[in-house]
């Protein structure tokens, strides 16, 4: 039961219908609703009466108060902050810097949301207390910004954490907690951040911690820590992996198959390859050997206990031998393919595009790629795919290009960024494709943000910009990880203003300005990270979610 539900009965119907006494509520909070609604300018007044209690219950809410805890005790005050608070105005910004935080915690989207969360945690500063209820609520509505949120809550946020159930998320353990304290008391991001650091330091320990506690934590939980013995992975991490193939969850299994396949010596691949490597030959012809590869005749009996499914799903577009051999490709480390044949990546791919099995290939290559991420195969797959886009049939594009973004974000932020700078100087990809690939990740190097600022100014000016709603529509997030040497020019797209303009367009043109302003702030931010901050940085940093996993809050 909520606090205002002992006025829903008036608020329902009106005061006209049901003047009668207002509910009372018990405790300090009762008295002050009482004192409100006998004041003088509404007694008599029930219309104003009734709106004087909403007064005293809406910041009440706010601030965490629920009806089981109105005849409680007060809560233990928050610990004292280690952490300084944001400065309200920052030498050679414009304008309030809390102000602009007010405007990101309601009004802009994630990823500039998550980018100021991370400027403020390495100025080693917290939020200030006005702005926290927006901030636990940002981190309600959207997961993937938790990580980085939660190191700039301070004590305070915490505490308020603690006061309403919808915040409890963030209800974990404080910054001078005891670091074993974050694993027995934290939120998930603190337990994962703590796993991940004792991983890095003695990843037997840590698989030990992970592996005792696996049978009380729920299937999201398992998934993400499982996940974390990817740091230090090695074959000490083996058995429980495989066990792990047989978890309940889908999600549990699907990680521990991912980080097997990580482990070429592990028993899982090496099977794997066992029934592989027979449909794999080297063939003679006109005086050449070349080699050759066939589908399974039939299923084995072993198949379904190494999660291969023997009936194909009724929406596979794979026959029945091409979906067991996509089972098996997927499952077989990717470096065997190349020293088994002694062909590149690159070579690979264009053999397997000229046999009879080439889509089942490709799609179960390019799942054991989503596992290792190997550099090599993405640069192969990347060039596959811009040449194919031309010839392919006008159904597979979307496909084509949803697999084009996947590999580019696999690639190191150096390599991913020629990609698309050439794609830029080629005008190979729409302007809005590359705006949204480019506003997901890190920030931008200089080379790249100077193309992509130049192509926006240049549409500006033409006055075609005002007409892409496209790209209008991600003009704040590019803002979010434009390098700081294009800041000015990409603040200046807001001087830059037609006759015509929609008010639509004119807000999101204030909008850029507001962005340029908040870069410029938290970039003149000192920058002192504290030792105690360096780890929680680091994994939110590690932790950056795709494009498209941070939805919009506003």
């Not at 005293?56 to 007060?74: F, S």
């Not at 807001?494 to 870069?519: G, K, S, Y």
Request: aromatic residues 6%; charged residues 20%; contains cysteine.
């Amino acid at each position: 039961m909520s606090a205002w539900t002992p006025l829903l009965p008036v608020a329902m119907v009106g005061t006209d219908r049901q003047p009668g006494p207002l509910p009372e509520w018990p405790g300090e909070i009762g008295a002050l609703v009482a004192l409100a609604a006998q004041a003088a300018d509404v007694a008599g007044h029930p219309a104003g009466q009734v709106l004087r209690t909403m007064a005293v219950i809406a910041p009440c809410e706010a601030a965490g108060m629920q009806d089981r805890v109105w005849t409680a005790p007060l809560p233990e005050a928050a610990a004292d902050d280690r952490l300084g608070v944001v400065p309200a105005r920052v030498d050679g910004a414009a304008g309030s810097l809390h102000t602009l935080l007010r405007w990101v915690l309601t009004e802009a989207p994630g990823r500039l949301q998550q980018q100021a969360f991370m400027d403020l945690a390495a100025a080693g500063l917290r939020l200030p207390e006005s702005l926290l209820p927006l901030a636990l609520d940002v981190g309600r509505r959207a997961v993937a910004l938790r990580a980085p949120l939660l190191p700039v809550l301070g004590e305070r946020g915490l505490w308020l954490a603690r006061q309403r159930e919808d915040w409890h998320y963030a209800a974990g353990a404080g910054g001078d907690a005891p670091g074993e304290t974050h694993w027995t008391e934290g939120t998930l991001e603190q337990r994962r951040a703590f796993l991940a650091r004792e991983r890095a330091v003695d990843a037997t320990a840590a698989r030990s911690r992970l592996e005792s506690a696996l049978t009380e934590l729920s299937a999201k939980e398992r998934a993400d820590l499982v996940a974390q013995l990817a740091v230090g992975l090695g074959m000490g991490d083996e058995a429980l992996l495989d066990r792990l193939r047989a978890d309940r969850s889908r999600e549990v299994r699907d990680v521990a198959l991912d980080l097997l396949l990580r482990l070429p010596d592990a028993a899982h691949p090496r099977r794997a390859i066992e029934r592989l490597a027979p449909l794999v030959r080297r063939e003679r012809a006109l005086l050449r050997q070349h080699w050759v590869i066939d589908a399974p005749q039939a299923a084995a009996a072993d198949w379904p206990s190494d999660q291969m499914v023997v009936a194909r799903p009724s929406t596979e577009k794979l026959g029945e031998r091409a979906w067991w051999l996509y089972q098996l490709v997927r499952q077989v480390p990717l470096g065997w393919w190349t020293t088994t044949t002694s062909m590149t990546p690159a070579e690979l791919l264009g053999w397997a595009a000229k046999t009879d099995w080439s889509e089942a290939m490709m799609r179960g290559w390019f799942d054991a790629l989503a596992a290792t991420r190997e550099v090599e195969w993405c640069e192969a797959f990347l060039d596959a795919l811009q040449a194919s886009v031309g010839s392919a049939a006008q159904a597979n594009v979307p496909l084509q290009m949803h697999q084009t973004a996947q590999a580019l974000n696999w690639l190191p932020q150096a390599r991913r960024e020629r990609h698309w700078l050439r794609h830029v100087q080629q005008g190979s990809l729409p302007l809005s494709a590359l705006i949204a690939a480019a506003s997901g990740g890190e920030t931008l190097g200089t080379e790249l943000s100077r193309a992509l600022t130049g192509q926006l100014l240049t549409r500006a000016r033409a006055g075609t910009l005002k007409d892409d709603y496209a790209v209008r529509a991600m003009l704040v997030d590019f803002g979010a990880v434009v390098h700081a040497d294009s800041l000015s020019a990409y603040a200046s797209l807001a001087d830059i203003r037609a006759a015509d303009e929609t008010a639509a367009h004119a807000e999101q043109l204030q909008a850029v300005a507001q962005t340029a302003a908040l870069r410029r702030a938290l970039l003149a931010l000192p920058n002192p990270l504290p030792n105690a901050l360096s780890d929680a940085l680091s994994d939110a940093h590690q932790r950056a979610p795709q494009p498209d996993s941070i939805p919009r809050t506003s």
